[in-house]
């Protein structure tokens, strides 16, 4: 642990080397190594795993990880942590929410925990998954480095096979929730900076060659009559992949190239799914010893001017924005806590959700699919980004990627959302183009969308991105932040974007508890009174062809510290408990009623 530094015989690497991260930031750990799951047997390393908060990243710099597990009384020489002994905490978890000194944490954390494995088979792999880690996560296994992943809000897999041995392995974790200039979102966003290991750790197990990516879809040609299946496999490559959806009487060989890659048309008059009807089909892929399933809904969205036809036929999105965020677990989401959204949502009679400002739980999206309620799904391209840097380019298509290979196959995602309140720069601009051809690239079936900005001294729609979009995403608060509501019809008026517009946030607090008001800003009465003017206003609207109102639950925030506020938006429609529904609730659940009678 006392290492010299190279050139300068009395210093010491621990003390004086700051460039310590640098051999452990290869960012190797993403979407290209990120495998399909869905079907496989998980073996979960959910549980108590030993842990420490390390502001000085004293664990990188003293090379914790390169420990042995020892008695206190057997080490040779002094240290300053033990990642074998003392305090642990559970996983899943934020470790804001497990103490009152992590709480404005933000750093560095280390998780231990031993795997004790069988003998791996010569014809089999080993595969670690974690469900997320905000931030910056590296992955150690008895002291070897395997790499990093970018990105709190996206899945990653690390190959072990080759460094996990029979008998007691020790997997270590650090993890860094550290807001810096470079990354996605930057250094002021409007939502609590968790910290932690806070969605599940399983270990997956392969064969040597196995289907690591499969994507089936209604091809988007108006005929209904057409699914494709694009698949990737990895290992020696073999002939081809057998893909059967029972239902349809399907069985087809998908023949695989040299690189691994496969794709087939199959033809098929599947039943269509719709908030309606959320029919699903179980699909199932196999090559050899391997198998993956899925259940997948098959569904045609388009932009044809201003309107959204889903099945060809124009909708408009019944919707209202959440968070991932609990009073109690942080950005833990419970079965109970998933299955609530849902029924709130369908109180509201939504047909429509925005999942902000992140990638949600994986679950999340599944239900949808099983509920029938359309999603809109985005990365944390927040406010001030470093649109410059290519690095956070980088950051940022990762995060995309990994998104999109997460949950392509779930009908009920319509938009790939880029980007919220980013100002038109001409970095910016190149940057956005760049992730809305990634996201065709990727996935040609659904629409691309960003919150963009008004032009507030024209009091319009304007702005350059409009172009590369299929929906334009408005967040407006006239009655809130634009204290002239009339400014709203103005607005609109001004306004001809010639696509779809979806008011991706529009809304005002409305605190109800201790120390309430009745009148004023922060009141119920008042924010209900803005729901009233903008649901009177926005019915009005051609264009309008949507709305999610920002928000469903008061969520935990930093940057507002009033008193009314107390860290908390105060925009939820339903209190922090989850439960204690707002004046504005009932106002928007009677609109969207209305709205779905007369569709």
Not at 267 to 282: F, G, Q, T, V
Not at 305 to 330: A, Q, W, Y
Not at 408 to 414: G, L, Y
Not at 590 to 596: G, Q
Request: one cysteine or more; glycine letters at 6%; hydrophobic letters at 35%.
């Amino acid at each position: 642990m006392l290492e010299r530094m190279e050139g300068a015989d009395n210093g010491l690497a621990c003390l004086h080397d700051e460039d310590y991260d640098v051999p452990f930031n290869k960012q190797n750990l993403n979407s290209d190594t990120l495998i399909f799951t869905s079907g496989r047997t998980a073996e979960s390393l959910n549980g108590d795993w030993n842990f420490c908060v390390d502001l000085l990243d004293t664990g990188l710099r003293q090379k914790w990880f390169s420990l042995k597990p020892e008695t206190p009384e057997g080490r040779t020489e002094p240290y300053d942590y033990d990642p074998y002994l003392g305090e642990t905490v559970p996983v899943p978890s934020c470790w804001s929410m497990l103490k009152e000194k992590w709480y404005f944490f933000e750093g560095s954390a280390w998780y231990t925990r031993p795997v004790d494995l069988d003998e791996l088979p010569a014809d089999e792999r080993l595969f670690l998954r974690v469900g997320a880690a905000q931030y910056d996560c590296k992955v150690f296994l008895n002291g070897e480095f395997l790499g990093n992943h970018y990105g709190g809000s996206t899945p990653f897999n690390v190959e072990l096979t080759g460094h996990a041995k029979t008998g007691r392995n020790w997997l270590m974790l650090c993890v860094n929730n550290t807001r810096t200039l470079d990354r996605v979102p930057m250094r002021n966003t409007d939502w609590f900076n968790y910290g932690g290991v806070y969605r599940s750790v399983e270990l997956y197990r392969t064969p040597k060659t196995f289907i690591s990516d499969f994507f089936a879809y209604l091809v988007p040609d108006g005929s209904y009559e057409k699914i494709a299946v694009e698949l990737q496999v990895d290992g020696p490559i073999t002939t081809s992949v057998c893909v059967e959806i029972e239902e349809l009487e399907i069985k087809a060989q998908v023949i695989v190239d040299d690189e691994g890659k496969g794709k087939v048309i199959i033809s098929a008059k599947p039943e269509l799914w719709s908030p309606e009807n959320p029919k699903l089909y179980n699909a199932r892929a196999s090559l050899g010893d391997d198998q993956i399933s899925d259940r997948i809904g098959f569904r045609q969205i388009e932009q044809i001017g201003t309107d959204v036809l889903l099945n060809g036929k124009p909708i408009f999105m019944r919707g209202i924005s959440v968070h991932e965020d609990d009073e109690f677990t942080g950005k833990v989401l419970l079965d109970e806590d998933l299955a609530q959204r849902f029924k709130h949502a369908k109180e509201l009679n939504c047909n429509f959700m925005r999942f902000a400002h992140y990638p949600h739980d994986e679950r999340a999206a599944k239900m949808a699919d099983e509920q029938g309620v359309l999603l809109w799904e985005e990365i944390p391209v927040y406010w001030a980004i470093d649109f410059k840097n290519p690095a956070t380019l980088k950051d940022a298509s990762n995060q995309l990627r990994e998104l999109i290979k997460r949950d392509r196959n779930r009908a009920s995602v319509i938009i790939w959302s880029v980007g919220n309140e980013n100002p038109d720069t001409d970095e910016r601009l190149s940057f956005m183009k760049s992730l809305i051809d990634t996201a065709h690239e990727m996935d040609p079936t659904r629409l691309t969308s960003a919150a963009c900005l008004v032009n507030h001294a024209k009091n319009r729609i304007e702005d350059r991105l409009i172009q590369y979009i299929n929906i334009v995403g408005i967040n407006e608060y006239y009655g809130w932040y634009e204290e002239n509501f009339e400014d709203l019809i103005d607005f609109l008026d001004n306004s001809d974007p010639g696509k779809p517009v979806v008011i991706s946030e529009t809304g005002a607090d409305g605190y109800i508890g201790d120390g309430k008001i009745e009148k004023g800003f922060f009141s119920e009465d008042y924010m209900a009174e803005v729901y009233q003017k903008q649901i009177a206003t926005l019915r009005q609207r051609e264009f309008v062809k949507g709305i999610s109102p920002w928000i469903l639950y008061d969520f935990r925030v930093e940057r507002r510290q009033n008193i009314f506020q107390q860290g908390w938006n105060r925009k939820g429609l339903i209190a922090s408990d989850k439960k204690t529904k707002k004046t504005a609730f009932k106002l928007l659940s009677d609109f969207y009623a209305e709205l779905k009678a007369n569709n």
